[in-house]
């Protein structure tokens, strides 16, 4: 039985196409708002979507670019709308909407779109991920302004802190949908004119600088030296500095060009409520490009992951976080990634903080009644080791006497007879 979602923010929109399509033999599951289609879409897998465009939180077509974006268009989605034009239907379409129906819809219309898109089976292919799929995160949106800002006014950019998928995800959403695209890691004969010629309009990708041979840095050189002339651009990626790559025997004229322009990684350190949309993004990504099985995270697994000691630099924080969302989805026996299969998971230097009983359970909890719990086990730990000293224990939390003693009274933390100097 076919799985039908059905996204509208009038109810009775929802249950007239509900009726009409349960009573056809359709599984139906309704959405009043973007965010419900979008855990009902990562949940259920839905095998054709009806997607309103006018909605008050996030529109349809904000919607299907957003699916289109990561690579989550899955499915066959038609759009639907009450106050259609041309624009909007050929906008939609652009974005791999299927089909576009106007309101009020004729039974007939609806049924025969149905049954067309659902016998669809060519789906559109997944576009490549890019930064635009991750737009609810304020460091990442932060982050792609600046690279888009930067490369708009450079034919070449280094990318540090960064290799390999990760480094791919920020170069594909600078280079325009079905232009030219080149990962020059994989050419192993010597490039030519005409090759750079044909990638008009288009990107030379360098995903890892330091896996280069010899063949590889003589074409990059040679690519770098026609920027001018033709019309293309390049993206290259390293964690090592470059001046490794001059003490490696690089060319320094090579080298000089590499480092005129150059963007970093912004770090996760600061950022963990970000961290479990970053990483449920990723995960969904893998899932449906078939790299892991389906998995989706539990509430304690995404709390785990906030409370990662993430590293300052760059590439270590976002490649572990890209290596460690893919092993837990490969490594988990259950769909469901839990609290315990991050803690197995996690690096070697988190493993004492997580491996302390008392903070388990935390995982488990919504995020501010695990705060709650936390700053409660933090204060009565210091409170024991500074003998119930509260001028001691305001110096080692940074709390101002008067806030600490409302803190602790909040939290119910007993402070025993010895509560002052």
Request: negative net charge; contains cysteine; aromatic residues 6%.
């Amino acid at each position: 039985m076919a799985i039908i979602l059905v996204v509208d923010d009038e109810v009775g929109i929802r249950e007239l196409l509900s009726e009409i399509l349960i009573d056809e033999g359709y599984d139906v599951r309704l959405a009043e708002h973007a965010g419900a289609a979008r855990r009902i879409r990562s949940d259920l897998r839905p095998d054709l979507v009806l997607l309103d465009i006018w909605m008050p939180d996030t529109d349809g077509i904000s919607l299907l670019k957003e699916w289109h974006a990561g690579g989550h268009l899955t499915m066959p989605v038609v759009m639907m709308s009450g106050h259609g034009t041309i624009d909007t239907a050929v906008e939609a379409t652009r974005f791999g909407a299927f089909d576009f129906l106007e309101k009020p819809i004729a039974l007939q219309k609806l049924l025969s779109t149905v049954q067309k898109a659902l016998k669809h089976e060519a789906h559109p292919a997944r576009p490549p991920l890019t930064l635009e799929a991750f737009a609810r995160s304020p460091l990442v949106r932060e982050f792609r302004r600046r690279l888009e800002q930067t490369s708009a006014k450079t034919s070449l950019l280094l990318l540090k802190g960064a290799t390999g998928p990760l480094a791919e995800i920020c170069a594909r959403t600078l280079n325009p949908p079905r232009a030219p695209w080149l990962d020059l890691n994989t050419v192993t004969s010597p490039l030519t004119q005409e090759t750079l010629e044909k990638l008009a309009g288009g990107m030379i990708f360098v995903p890892d600088l330091g896996a280069l041979g010899k063949m590889q840095q003589m074409n990059l050189a040679f690519a770098v030296d026609r920027l001018e002339k033709l019309n293309f651009r390049i993206f290259a990626a390293s964690s090592t500095p470059l001046a490794a790559f001059a003490e490696a025997g690089w060319d320094a004229k090579l080298i000089a060009r590499l480092g005129e322009v150059w963007i970093a990684m912004p770090a996760l350190a600061g950022h963990a409520d970000e961290l479990p949309e970053i990483a449920s993004l990723l995960l969904t990504n893998f899932v449906e490009r078939g790299e892991v099985p389906p998995r989706r995270f539990s509430t304690g697994a995404l709390n785990a992951l906030r409370l990662l000691p993430w590293q300052a630099n760059g590439e270590a924080n976002w490649g572990e976080l890209y290596a460690l969302v893919r092993n837990l989805a490969l490594t988990s026996l259950e769909e469901e990634i839990a609290a315990d299969d991050v803690q197995r998971v996690m690096p070697p230097e988190a493993a004492e903080f997580h491996g302390m009983p008392a903070l388990a359970p935390l995982f488990d909890q919504p995020l501010r009644e695990a705060r709650d719990a936390f700053e409660k086990l933090y204060f009565e730990h210091h409170l024991r080791l500074e003998g119930g000293n509260m001028t001691k224990l305001a110096e080692r939390s940074g709390l101002e006497r008067t806030h600490l003693y409302r803190k602790l009274k909040q939290l119910d933390v007993r402070l025993g007879k010895r509560h002052e100097e």
